[in-house]
């Protein structure tokens, strides 16, 4: 296919809009009143779209329209396109002014409410003008759709049973370990010396099962030897499990490096003899993707913030 004569100089991207707000509202009526055009501009922008390429992008029927093969392949490139636009921009934005920026970061409920939320605060003081969005997930559904489909540019997870594909980059920044927690009132809190066997029966609340930290949380039971702890309540809300151990009936298992970058939460760190089970935490990002500033300024900042977790590290 020549370039020149038939893309370069056919192919604009306001029909590429158009053509993926057709596909995405299953018309090209309810298209017309979204954009703003008339339906005759739609009809014609679709037809210019296929001339150029040769090919049927859309299927008709009275029920509306949907993308062909080609009209799918097209339209994931296009969504490709208009994200990378958009990057642009912002970078353009943020070349020309440090202060402004806008990024998405995905991470888990207990790194966003401890590291994440830490050097956000940090970041924010010296560019009060970026817009940080952040996205929590477990880290499979980071690295599949999140990541993948270009809803963040960068995530910190657990890797720990990550299997990294060749389009997935990992930065391993520290290594995690969970601990056993409790609120502030609870009667554990005054013990020491505490074995995992004399909390058994106590309320858990845990992280769902079969999920990354849910086999974690029951790795760690099995490696000391006793039967994972029946969960009460299961969630990976970080102010769900601070209510209810704020009440001082419940016990759970969460990231120690929550307690450190987030000292102010009600939580203290039972003496339980338990297995320090390492859990490599990393920044996941996209391997044929270069970082925008805003996100590069961001990962500094995480590895100046996480110095001294690193194993050597004489702070």
């Keep these: 296919m020549d370039w020149t004569d038939r893309i370069g100089r056919r192919i604009k991207l306001r029909d590429l809009h158009i053509l993926l707000a057709v596909t995405q509202l299953g018309s090209m009526g309810r298209a017309s ?27 008709r029927s009275p029920q509306g329209v949907e993308p062909t093969m080609y009209g799918r392949a097209l339209i994931r490139c296009g969504m490709a396109v208009f994200d990378d636009l958009r990057r642009g921009v912002k970078e353009v934005e943020f070349l020309s002014d440090p202060t402004a920026g806008e990024l998405r970061i995905g991470c888990t409920e207990p790194l966003a409410a401890g590291l994440i939320s830490t050097v956000i605060g940090s970041l924010s003081q010296k560019y009060p003008r970026a817009e940080f969005h952040v996205v929590p997930g477990d880290t499979l559904s980071l690295q599949n759709r999140e990541l993948r489909q270009h809803n963040i540019e960068l995530a910190i997870v657990p890797t720990t049973g990550l299997v990294p594909e060749r389009d997935i980059s990992i930065e391993i920044i520290f290594d995690d370990f969970h601990v056993i927690m409790a609120g502030n009132e609870s009667k554990w809190v005054r013990r020491r010396k505490i074995k995992l066997t004399d909390l058994l029966n106590e ?43 704020a009440t001082g009936r419940f016990v759970t ?59 050597g590290s004489s702070t």
């Design 33 to 59: 009143s979204e954009l703003g055009v008339s339906q005759p501009v739609i009809s014609k922008a679709i037809a210019d779209l296929e001339h150029a390429l040769r090919i049927k992008l859309l299927d």
């Design 203 to 245: 309320t858990w609340i845990l992280p769902p099962p079969n999920t990354t930290s849910g086999d974690y949380v029951a790795e760690t039971f099995r490696h000391a030897g006793d039967m994972p702890a029946l969960a009460h309540v299961v969630s990976f809300s970080i102010p769900l499990h601070q209510h209810m151990l």
């Design 253 to 311: 298992s969460l990231p120690r490096s929550l307690l450190q970058f987030a000292r102010h939460l009600p939580l203290t760190k039972l003496s339980v003899d338990m297995p320090a089970l390492a859990r490599p935490v990393g920044i996941m990002t996209l391997t044929n993707r270069a970082l925008s500033p805003l996100a590069q300024l961001f990962v500094d900042q995480v590895r100046v913030e996480t110095k001294a977790l690193r194993p």
